[in-house]
């Protein structure tokens, strides 16, 4: 994360009433719900003269929507930037978590090194971290991926099948879930066949 000094001052509930869509702002930062001692640059969803009690709305440059409530001294509130005001830490920007399965053909451990030390050199030693590791071999086999209802009985019509993926290697489908209420069903993939007669 990085981030930097700010000067700016805190808004009553009558000043950020006063704003529009177009004044920039500072609310407390968040990453998928999970708040940051910090704040990130926003602007309102709307125009804050519609506000009418409650919260309101504002998007940051990040994408996260927050409601903030001005007049409450326990939140974060609103913030504009002030030469007068006192100084305040903003994010400026933030990295991105990855989950990576990777496929590594004819990989052995000797690959698998080169390959996180060049992610290493690429992003920074202190960056790329192995939190697990699981090495699983990748049969040469693909299968077809179906859904269907979880209490559905044996044999019976296929109408009640959603296909979900078709001609996928089978280590892949671990790592997918099935719809609410659903189950997965891997066959051995066939090859799709138009037989329609042609003129």
Not at 30 to 52: H, I, R, V
Request: aromatic share 8%.
């Amino acid at each position: 994360m990085n981030t930097e000094k700010v000067t700016a001052r805190r808004l009553t509930a009558e000043e950020v009433s006063e704003l529009g869509l177009q004044d920039g702002i500072f609310v407390a930062a968040g990453m998928d719900g999970l708040p940051l001692d910090c704040y990130a640059p926003a602007f309102l969803t709307e125009p804050g003269k519609n506000f009418e009690g409650g919260s309101f709305a504002a998007k940051t440059i990040f994408g996260e929507e927050v409601h903030v409530l001005p007049g409450n001294a326990e939140e974060c509130g609103v913030w504009v930037a002030d030469k007068a005001g006192e100084e305040i830490e903003v994010l400026q920007s933030a990295g991105v978590l990855l989950n990576l399965a990777l496929f590594v053909p004819d990989g052995n451990q000797e690959s698998l090194e080169s390959l996180y030390s060049a992610a290493r050199e690429a992003f920074g030693a202190g960056i790329v971290q192995r939190w697990s590791e699981e090495v699983a071999m990748v049969p040469d086999v693909k299968v077809d991926l179906f859904e269907e209802p979880a209490r559905a009985r044996k044999n019976t019509s296929s109408q009640l099948r959603d296909r979900r993926a078709l001609d996928i290697y089978p280590t892949r489908v671990r790592f997918l879930k099935p719809s609410d209420g659903w189950k997965f069903i891997v066959e051995p993939h066939k090859e799709v066949v138009d037989d329609t007669p042609t003129i």
